[in-house]
């Protein structure tokens, strides 16, 4: 999903977010695509590439060294195939706090985080089996993750409208679920959940766990629809949706895995 205050200019210096880079090698991947993409963008244009400052942000228990071991091979590799000044600095902290001065980024990308929520949603009754929502989880269950869904998602978004320049861009990868089926305590993308639910289960059974520790144990994890995000950018309205697309991923291939594992 792309995000954006309103369509604008390229500029000489260029400030670039990377939003939940955790660690190692993958750290720099999409970094590496943003900086080739500017680069093309100027040669066809006749432009001089600007300096592009790039922050990675993260948990402050995040592996930070690890990664800035592999900064120098990065900057080789840029080398190679783009004439643009690289400066790499990492930003340690929770994307639902202030981050970065005021009016500073122009690019914020962000993959596979925003589905962590900064905490596990209050007032979670009933549902003492499972760790996240399920087909026997409560109605009560989702509308706590919902609601903190939209109070954490809206918060990001606030922050980074007072952090981005007038003419950003955000793009925002999430694991989310469709909107093809009406219940909301189907979960076609989280069956891992389940999985860790019955096991958890099954440790109970025998002993390992008790059941205090199994029902105080919930996952700060949602699964936004289509919809859901929607709702929260048109009701903040600092940005605009320039374009959302939605990928499905065939869980039948797992499954049959698993069928031919047993």
Not at 142 to 166: G, H, I, P
Not at 171 to 199: A, I, Q
Not at 215 to 221: L, Q, R
Request: charged share 20%; aromatic share 12%.
């Amino acid at each position: 999903m792309m995000l954006s205050t309103f369509k604008g200019w390229f500029p000489n210096y260029i400030k670039v977010a990377e939003l939940g880079c955790s660690s190692g090698q993958n750290t720099f991947l999409a970094m590496s695509e943003i900086i080739n993409t500017i680069n093309v963008l100027c040669q066809q244009s006749n432009q001089n590439p600007p300096e592009i400052d790039c922050c990675l942000n993260d948990l402050p228990e995040n592996d930070f060294n690890t990664t800035f071991k592999l900064v120098p091979f990065f900057k080789k590799e840029l080398l190679m195939t783009n004439q643009a000044s690289c400066f790499v600095n990492g930003t340690p902290g929770s994307f639902y706090s202030r981050l970065f001065s005021r009016n500073s980024l122009h690019f914020v990308h962000s993959s596979y985080s925003l589905h962590w929520l900064s905490m596990v949603p209050e007032k979670l009754e009933n549902d003492t089996e499972n760790v996240y929502i399920s087909n026997s989880s409560p109605q009560s269950a989702y509308k706590a993750y919902l609601n903190q869904f939209q109070r954490d998602f809206t918060m990001f978004l606030t922050l980074r409208s007072e952090e981005m320049v007038s003419n950003g861009r955000m793009v925002l990868t999430f694991n989310g679920r469709n909107t093809f089926n009406s219940d909301p305590l189907y979960r076609d993308c989280c069956h891992f959940w389940t999985l860790l639910s019955n096991s958890l289960c099954d440790l109970v059974f025998e002993g390992l766990v008790s059941e205090s520790e199994l029902g105080a144990f919930n996952v700060p994890f949602y699964d936004p629809n289509e919809q859901e995000l929607k709702e929260v950018i048109q009701n903040q309205g600092f940005f605009e949706i320039n374009d959302l697309e939605t990928h499905g991923f065939d869980l039948s291939h797992s499954k049959r895995d698993n069928e031919e594992d047993n």
